[in-house]
Nanobody
Framework: QVQLVESGGGLVQAGGSLRLSCAAS????????VGWFRQAPGKEREFVAA????????YYVDSVKGRFTISRDNSKNTVYLQMNSLKPEDTAVYYC??????????????????WGQGTQVTVSS
Protein backbone atom coordinates (compact mmCIF):
# COMPACT_ATOMS: atom_id res chain seq x y z
CA GLN A 1 0.00 0.00 0.00
CA VAL A 2 1.41 3.34 -1.01
CA GLN A 3 1.99 5.93 1.69
CA LEU A 4 1.90 9.68 1.08
CA VAL A 5 3.75 12.46 2.87
CA GLU A 6 2.98 16.12 2.20
CA SER A 7 5.39 18.96 2.79
CA GLY A 8 5.87 22.59 1.84
CA GLY A 9 3.10 24.26 3.79
CA GLY A 10 3.62 27.38 5.83
CA LEU A 11 2.69 30.99 6.41
CA VAL A 12 2.76 33.39 3.48
CA GLN A 13 1.42 36.84 2.75
CA ALA A 14 -1.37 37.37 0.27
CA GLY A 15 0.03 37.41 -3.24
CA GLY A 16 2.86 35.08 -2.31
CA SER A 17 3.66 31.55 -3.45
CA LEU A 18 4.18 28.12 -1.98
CA ARG A 19 4.96 24.75 -3.49
CA LEU A 20 3.50 21.70 -1.85
CA SER A 21 5.02 18.27 -2.38
CA CYS A 22 3.40 14.88 -2.03
CA ALA A 23 5.98 12.11 -1.82
CA ALA A 24 4.92 8.50 -2.27
CA SER A 25 6.57 5.35 -1.00
CA UNK A 26 5.54 3.02 -3.82
CA UNK A 27 7.47 2.21 -6.99
CA UNK A 28 4.10 1.82 -8.71
CA UNK A 29 3.25 5.48 -8.05
CA UNK A 30 3.11 6.17 -11.79
CA UNK A 31 -0.13 4.13 -11.90
CA UNK A 32 -1.84 6.34 -9.34
CA UNK A 33 -3.98 9.38 -10.05
CA VAL A 34 -3.26 12.03 -7.44
CA GLY A 35 -5.50 14.75 -6.13
CA TRP A 36 -5.07 17.66 -3.77
CA PHE A 37 -7.88 18.55 -1.41
CA ARG A 38 -8.13 21.18 1.29
CA GLN A 39 -10.17 21.75 4.39
CA ALA A 40 -10.58 25.07 6.15
CA PRO A 41 -11.82 25.29 9.75
CA GLY A 42 -15.56 24.77 9.91
CA LYS A 43 -15.81 23.89 6.23
CA GLU A 44 -16.11 20.68 4.27
CA ARG A 45 -13.16 19.20 2.48
CA GLU A 46 -12.84 20.66 -1.01
CA PHE A 47 -11.27 19.38 -4.21
CA VAL A 48 -8.41 21.58 -5.43
CA ALA A 49 -6.59 19.82 -8.27
CA ALA A 50 -5.80 16.43 -9.71
CA UNK A 51 -3.46 14.85 -12.22
CA UNK A 52 -4.19 11.68 -14.15
CA UNK A 53 -1.81 8.75 -14.07
CA UNK A 54 -1.92 7.81 -17.76
CA UNK A 55 -2.62 11.01 -19.70
CA UNK A 56 -1.19 13.50 -17.21
CA UNK A 57 -4.26 15.62 -17.81
CA UNK A 58 -4.85 18.09 -15.02
CA TYR A 59 -8.04 19.27 -13.36
CA TYR A 60 -8.74 22.24 -11.11
CA VAL A 61 -11.50 23.77 -9.09
CA ASP A 62 -12.53 27.08 -10.64
CA SER A 63 -11.29 29.15 -7.72
CA VAL A 64 -7.64 28.16 -8.29
CA LYS A 65 -7.48 28.03 -12.09
CA GLY A 66 -4.71 30.22 -13.38
CA ARG A 67 -3.06 30.39 -9.95
CA PHE A 68 -2.28 26.77 -9.02
CA THR A 69 -0.44 24.17 -11.09
CA ILE A 70 -0.31 20.47 -10.36
CA SER A 71 2.50 18.37 -11.80
CA ARG A 72 4.20 15.06 -11.20
CA ASP A 73 7.69 13.63 -11.41
CA ASN A 74 7.33 9.87 -11.46
CA SER A 75 11.11 9.41 -11.28
CA LYS A 76 10.90 10.97 -7.82
CA ASN A 77 7.51 9.48 -6.89
CA THR A 78 6.34 13.01 -6.17
CA VAL A 79 3.44 15.25 -7.11
CA TYR A 80 3.66 19.00 -6.70
CA LEU A 81 1.15 21.76 -6.24
CA GLN A 82 2.59 25.13 -7.17
CA MET A 83 0.42 27.83 -5.63
CA ASN A 84 0.83 31.41 -6.82
CA SER A 85 -1.08 34.62 -6.09
CA LEU A 86 -2.28 33.14 -2.83
CA LYS A 87 -5.32 34.61 -1.15
CA PRO A 88 -6.47 34.48 2.48
CA GLU A 89 -9.32 32.22 1.37
CA ASP A 90 -6.72 29.62 0.33
CA THR A 91 -5.93 29.09 4.01
CA ALA A 92 -6.58 25.44 4.87
CA VAL A 93 -5.00 22.11 5.59
CA TYR A 94 -4.00 20.63 2.25
CA TYR A 95 -4.11 16.89 1.70
CA CYS A 96 -2.85 14.82 -1.17
CA UNK A 97 -4.67 11.63 -2.05
CA UNK A 98 -4.01 8.81 -4.48
CA UNK A 99 -5.98 6.12 -6.24
CA UNK A 100 -4.51 3.44 -8.49
CA UNK A 101 -5.78 3.44 -12.06
CA UNK A 102 -8.39 6.11 -11.29
CA UNK A 103 -9.53 7.59 -14.61
CA UNK A 104 -12.64 9.61 -13.84
CA UNK A 105 -14.36 11.74 -11.20
CA UNK A 106 -11.06 13.09 -9.95
CA UNK A 107 -12.89 15.64 -7.81
CA UNK A 108 -14.68 12.97 -5.76
CA UNK A 109 -12.81 12.41 -2.51
CA UNK A 110 -14.51 9.00 -2.15
CA UNK A 111 -12.56 7.80 -5.21
CA UNK A 112 -9.25 8.07 -3.35
CA UNK A 113 -8.17 5.37 -0.94
CA UNK A 114 -4.79 6.66 0.20
CA TRP A 115 -4.37 9.98 1.99
CA GLY A 116 -1.50 11.92 3.42
CA GLN A 117 -1.46 13.53 6.85
CA GLY A 118 -1.97 17.05 5.57
CA THR A 119 0.06 20.24 5.59
CA GLN A 120 -1.12 23.62 6.85
CA VAL A 121 -1.19 26.59 4.49
CA THR A 122 -1.91 29.97 6.03
CA VAL A 123 -2.23 33.11 3.92
CA SER A 124 -2.24 36.39 5.79
CA SER A 125 -3.91 39.50 4.43
Amino acid sequence: QVQLVESGGGLVQAGGSLRLSCAASSRTFSTYAVGWFRQAPGKEREFVAAIAWHTRNTYYVDSVKGRFTISRDNSKNTVYLQMNSLKPEDTAVYYCAASRYLSEKYDYSEKYDVWGQGTQVTVSS
